[in-house]
């Protein structure tokens, strides 16, 4: 292979630790298939998606201590990322030429099949190469022209899988304006974006956070912040809502399902996409019936809804944070900034030529 | 009081066994108020909601073992029975006085709000007197007219709680033609309501059951039947199914959730009513939110779906089964067999003049 075809890339060939992600210089650079466009990544964000997918932290079906990516065993070596801006740099078989220079954003589900509202079975930087690479290969319909907005290459890349799966949960659970809604772990990726865009849709929202990060989380947009670390949450929150709220948004799952669930008002909703404070919980299946509730399993967006962003994203109408920035070489320490937590919006990564602004 | 105004009715004075429904034939004939009609029962259906509320069985939000109705404490004296067909025996003010003499069937639901898709949030018998009586007073709009009907009254009184209860969670869950579903609890009241339902709607029904019961189940309309004692049942629905399932119809709950939830396919839904195998399960919450499947509780049904049922009983496009009748005096002796569990269909109570043919 000469130096040409090669480029840079963080491999995973292994679960494991920080140490199992690799930084090659020599990894073969993708040809674009029949139907694909090449893509010279301008800017990745870092996700917990990405961390977990590494450590096989997603257990299996009846094991749930097994190694395994989200959707099952993960197909060794797999270049990670699957938050990804850039231009596309050439064009597969039956894909316009003219598309070479476009600035996109890339949506980086796979789709069960071709309708609109069909489930992602699969995430780019998991079941296909990502983008923590110089160069990414991509179906054609999947990277969105975005040459118009006013966003930077770090802020676009903030989007596709934190707003995606903000956007999926409001869509799913139907949230809207004059609702009062819980959202949890809302200083993180995916509870910021869902802060700001609740907000947006004139929801009311009392957002669960530490206490250091408040002041962040009411300047993107909630209208009440609860400690997360305060004795009695649940007070604090009934104390901010008076009433039932209509809906909860939970990225943290744990105790609170339980302890929170009977103050989700008749007919309200639960709508939930990660488990950080613990996915396995006791739960009285009672108050699901009795109340006519629903518990909404919430993973990623749709073709429908990964539009609206790209719609948003070309109007500037959503500005998401960028917390900090790190060059590819400095990608694991940019997932240690990520894992100690001490940020507010998106760490990213930026490639040759990627503007990191906010 | 005179004779007159008095009339027979199984009380509830306060949480207990059968003894504490008590048979009284003195009590007061109520008056219908505005809006309401007085209707003279013909046949009242026994479910597992009225002995469930006699026992106080449903529990409070933070207290599961607390003696409670299922929406909470229980304003006694209570006449209990949500299933009521009869005749319209007066009208309260602003109610046209020639509904005297139709033939109804009455919604037992008190709604939340006017719109067509609010949830219950009370029930005849439980919020509100029942029809374990010869006469109970309900709104005027509740009582939909069913003259034409070619069913009996004692069919009329099996459709309301169980054939409504299924209605609401085929609707809220989506099911329909072409769906490989697995239902729960088959050959109950609400169970074989769903399999003759959802069979209706072109939807392949896997039916757990007791092996006793499969030829009941299968005439209903079941395509295959698993035998709830099995000692494989995962293993025997998906010797059935062949292919993960679209979606379960659970009035059971217990171990099954956990067991079969695996085997839900990517953006498939479990809809839920009820939980006699136990409410409090040990729940993996990433099976939800990585394959986007929906927890649905589903509490009754609507007006709109109390529409679709209405409709069918004119039409005479369903049919339910009634296992047995029983007079009033017999009660406790109908509810003993039913909890005997060894019927398949409707056990109804019909009074003076009520017809129990099926």
Not at 114 to 121: K, L, Y
Not at 132 to 152: C, E, I, K, N, W
Not at 165 to 170: E, K
Not at 281 to 295: A, C, G, K, Q, T
């Amino acid at each position: 292979m000469n130096r040409m075809d090669s480029m840079r890339a963080a491999v995973l060939t292994e679960h494991g630790g920080p140490e199992a992600l690799r930084l090659r210089t020599d990894w073969p650079r993708p040809e674009p298939a029949a139907g694909e466009v090449l893509v010279r990544v301008t800017a990745a964000a870092v996700n917990n998606t990405d961390i977990w997918t590494r450590e096989g932290a997603y257990g299996l079906p009846g094991d749930p201590d097994a190694k395994a990516g989200w959707r099952g065993p993960i197909a060794f070596p797999r270049v990670q990322g699957g938050d990804i801006a850039g231009v596309v740099a050439g064009v597969g078989r039956g894909v316009d030429e003219t598309r070479i220079g476009e600035r996109v954003l890339v949506d980086p589900a796979l789709y069960r099949d071709e309708t609109p509202d069909a489930p992602p079975v699969g995430l780019l930087g998991s079941e296909a190469d990502g983008g923590f690479a110089d160069y990414v290969t991509v179906q054609a319909a999947r990277a969105h022209d975005v040459s118009g907005s006013p966003l930077s290459d770090a802020q676009l890349a903030a989007l596709p899988v934190s707003y995606g799966t903000a956007l999926g949960m409001l869509e799913r659970a139907d949230i809207g304006a004059g609702e009062m809604i819980v959202v949890t772990g809302a200083s993180g990726g995916v509870g910021l974006a869902l802060v700001q865009l609740a907000a947006a849709r004139g929801a009311q929202v009392i957002a669960i956070t530490s206490g250091a990060k408040a002041d962040d989380v009411r300047a993107a947009g909630a209208a009440h912040t609860v400690d997360r670390a305060a004795e009695d949450v649940l007070g604090e929150i009934r104390r901010c809502s008076q009433r039932e709220v209509d809906a909860v948004a939970d990225v943290a799952g744990g105790p609170l399902v339980a302890q929170l669930m009977p103050w989700v008002r008749d007919g309200g909703r639960w709508v939930i996409a990660g488990a950080v404070a613990g996915p396995v919980v006791d739960f009285d299946l009672r108050r699901l019936y009795l109340h006519n509730i629903s518990l909404i399993g919430s993973s990623m967006h749709t073709r429908r809804h990964f539009d609206v962003l790209v719609d948003a994203a070309r109007a500037g109408s959503v500005r998401p944070v960028v917390a900090a920035s790190f060059p590819l070489e400095d990608l694991a320490a940019a997932q240690a900034e990520f894992r100690r937590g001490q940020h507010v919006g998106k760490i990213v990564v930026t490639l040759s030529g990627g503007t990191s602004g906010a």
